[in-house]
Structures are given as C-alpha cells and as structure tokens.
C-alpha cells in the first residue's frame, strides 16, 4: 500500500486550502482513511477521519473549519481547510487503516504517507 499526499502550500491566515491524497496497492473502500498533523515543536496529531461506512471523525482544532471526503473511483481522500490560523501550520500526513475503527487514534492506521507542508502566516 502506498500512499501520496498533495496540495500542502503557503496561505495567510484566514485563507483555504484542498489537500488530496491518493492511495495505491489497496480496496480502498476496505480502508479508514485520515489526516494528521505534525506542528513545529509537537507531536502529531488527529485532525479528521472518515470510517469505511462514511461515518466523518473530527478533532476539536478541525470541527467547524475543515472538512474530509473521499472519492472511492479516484482511490483519493481529501481535506478541506477553511478559515486556518496560524496554528494550523504544520506536516499533514494522510494514513489508511483497515482494522478496527479508532477515528484519529494513530494505531488505526497502517500506512502512511511523507506528508505535505501547510504554512500559514499572520
């Protein structure tokens, strides 16, 4: 299974971003999908997750501003990004998982990607 994360940029803050992530080697509608990420001096985190049944999971720093989807014909997972602070700045790391459901807990997921850099500035 691989896995290839896009879209990552420089935005101020209050812009938008689409990051995408495609996935290989896989069914991929066996697959819980998920975006973490890692900010400058923290350690990764959960931001948002969708089940294999489509259920969505978000963190509290993602609820309200972002949103995943999915396209199950192009093997691809998406997050949408709205309103992002400067907090959001960070590696976003795309990760699929075919066991049991966990929504953001990092033992979920299997494979993971190299990441993409989001950078937002004030």
């Known amino acids: 299974v691989q896995v290839m994360e896009s879209g990552g940029d420089m935005v101020q803050a209050g812009g938008s971003l689409r990051l995408s992530c495609t996935a290989s080697?896989?069914?991929?509608?066996?697959?819980?999908l998920s975006w973490f990420r890692q900010s400058p001096g923290k350690e990764r985190e959960g931001v948002a997750a969708?089940?294999?049944?489509?259920?969505?999971f978000y963190t509290d720093s993602a609820l309200g501003r972002f949103t995943i989807s999915h396209d199950n014909g192009k093997k691809t997972v998406f997050l949408q990004m709205t309103g992002l602070k400067p907090e959001d700045t960070g590696m976003y790391y795309c990760?699929?998982?075919?066991?049991?459901?966990?929504?953001?807990?990092?033992?979920?997921?299997?494979?993971w990607g190299r990441g993409t850099q989001v950078t937002v500035s004030s």
């Open positions: 990760a699929v998982g075919a066991g049991t459901w966990r929504s953001c807990l990092s033992s979920t997921y299997t494979s």
């Open positions: 080697g896989l069914i991929f509608e066996n697959y819980h």
């Open positions: 969708v089940r294999t049944d489509g259920g969505t």
